[in-house]
């Protein structure tokens, strides 16, 4: 069983910086890639970031130059590293594993988080 635990949501004025953390547990062998998500209330979930484990990344352009992701595979863990938020950037993340490995060899497609609130207001 894989489990995705978040932290490091919060309250944070605009302007101001976040760092979240997801880290993936259980007997794993390899977890191709791992992305964050955001949904708003009223809006569907849409990508964040993305991260494979090879480094290539992908980010939404609402939030290009502004977040980075990053992951140490060592540790089955991704941040996102996210700077100068607005208050459009409230919502709940959540973090997606894809194409997971067990060290069983069974494979597993996804796996989601229960998600960290970020809000940002003054």
């Known amino acids: 069983q894989v489990q995705l635990v978040e932290s490091g949501g919060g309250l944070v004025q605009p302007g101001g910086s976040l760092r979240l953390s997801c880290k993936a547990s259980?007997?794993?062998?390899?977890?191709?890639?791992m992305g964050w998500y955001r949904q708003a209330p009223g809006k569907q979930r849409e990508l964040v970031a993305r991260?494979?484990?090879?480094?290539?990344?992908n980010y939404a352009d609402s939030v290009k130059g502004r977040f980075t992701i990053s992951r140490d595979n060592a540790k089955n863990t991704a941040y996102l590293q996210m700077t100068s938020l607005k208050a459009e950037d409230t919502a709940g993340y959540y973090c997606?594993?894809?194409?997971?490995?067990?060290?069983?060899?069974?494979?597993?497609?996804?796996?989601w988080g229960q998600g960290t609130q970020v809000t940002v207001s003054s």
């Open positions: 991260i494979t484990s090879g480094g290539s990344t």
């Open positions: 259980g007997s794993i062998s390899n977890i191709n890639a």
């Open positions: 997606k594993a894809e194409d997971v490995i067990a060290s069983s060899g069974t494979y597993y497609q996804w796996y």
